[in-house]
């Protein structure tokens, strides 16, 4: 009879212990993921050093007190940057106009430029994949709108979960890409004691 008790006695225990696991599993709170998570642009760019994303990309086309890479460029030289294409969609937006501000003020501090920011959306052609060329009168918006012999024009894609950024130097006189830089920011959200953590990697 003790050993029909005991072993009673052990089977009610044993299922306690299992309803106290399931209950605990059950009572672990649903945490939702934010809208943030699988944000799209521009509201990305708030949770992202977008500056110091921008600066280093400067510093590829002007190393800190190198001056320029390019031969034919001096540190005091007009540049033209206007605000940056959507490879999608072919305008600007909020997106471009702030990753514009922030590339012509790195550009202005890391190579010493002076920056002239001018709409190059009529004259700017930009194909699917991201090829920028200017019209066939390079020359003539070159000489006549601006004074200046070279632009940085940049473009931004948008994927699910990253962004691309490609700034490109670019000769105006003769629509000719000298030097291409581009940073891949990948981000998401990560649930960590119970909190969902945006984060985010540059490549």
Request: no cysteine; net charge positive.
């Given at each position: 009879m003790d050993v029909f008790v005991r072993a009673l006695l052990n089977r009610r225990a044993?299922?306690?212990?299992?309803?106290?696991?399931?209950s605990a599993g059950c009572a672990t709170p649903y945490v939702a993921e934010p809208a943030l998570c699988a944000a799209r642009l521009p509201s990305v760019l708030g949770q992202i050093n977008v500056t110091q994303i921008v600066g280093k990309?400067?510093?590829?086309?002007c190393p800190s007190g190198a001056g320029p890479l390019n031969p034919l460029m001096t540190d005091g030289d007009v540049v033209v940057v206007p605000d940056y294409l959507d490879v999608?969609?072919?305008a600007t937006g909020l997106t471009g106009v702030v990753l514009?501000?922030?590339?012509?003020?790195s550009l202005s501090a890391v190579c010493g430029h002076k920056?002239?920011?001018?709409?190059?959306?009529?004259?700017?052609?930009?194909?699917?994949?991201?090829?920028?060329?200017?019209?066939?009168?390079?020359?003539?918006v070159a000489n006549r709108e601006f004074v200046g012999r070279w632009g940085y024009i940049?473009?931004?894609?948008?994927?699910?979960?990253?962004?691309?950024?490609?700034?490109?130097?670019?000769?105006m006189e003769s629509g000719a890409t000298t030097k291409l830089?581009?940073?891949e920011i990948v981000y998401g959200c990560r649930l960590e004691s119970g909190r969902y953590r945006f984060e985010y990697s540059v490549y």
């Open positions: 044993l299922v306690a212990v299992a309803f106290s696991v399931f990309m400067a510093e590829g086309f999608a969609s072919h514009g501000e922030v590339t012509r003020s920056v002239r920011q001018i709409d190059l959306s009529k004259s700017v052609r930009l194909s699917a994949d991201g090829i920028i060329g200017l019209t066939r009168d390079a020359s003539r940049g473009t931004f894609a948008e994927l699910p979960g990253k962004v691309i950024f490609t700034l490109r130097e670019l000769d830089i581009s940073k």
